[in-house]
């Protein structure tokens, strides 16, 4: 098993869309995680819904030929510290459009949005404990995001990481109470 990460920080999916050919077609890879939608939904960027939407359903279409495509939102990022206008509202709604896109393509998602949203409402000091920013995890919140992607993809953590992975294990679990909980999420 390998994995290659293509994703360049700071990307729109109009961005990604036009690296797919140079950057991701000559692996023909079995698997394509397509996260974005952070840099889409920042208002000065002035990618629209539509074109977000239209890109995503490109990606797919386009990387579909290699193997299978999941999507990926964002975790629940920390609206209430965004310093742009309009981004706290916009930033939900472009994860709504991943959502939206992996069914009607009937692909699968991860929604780490979802997932940590009911943690940001319901602990916020907890929640901040895992950012770096606003916008960006720090080394425990990616720890917890690649913790649920192991249990996505059937990995078991081997017993000589667990006590280095402590923090994000216990976070993990209180995600998961969260989760089971079926708390509301806005």
Sequence with gaps: CHALNAGVSGNTSTQMLERIEEDIAPYRPDLT???????????????????????????????SRFGEVLFQTYYACDLEKFDQPGYAVAFPRYMQIIRDCAAQVQAPLIDHYTRWDRLRKYSMPHYRLLMRDSMHLNRYGNMVMGLDLLRRFGFELSADKMDYCREGLMTQCILDLLEKQALPVG
């Design 33 to 63: 995680i397509i996260t974005c939608g952070g840099n889409d939904s920042c208002p000065g960027r002035n990618i629209s819904e539509a074109c977000f939407r239209d890109n995503l359903l490109k990606m797919h279409e386009r990387l």
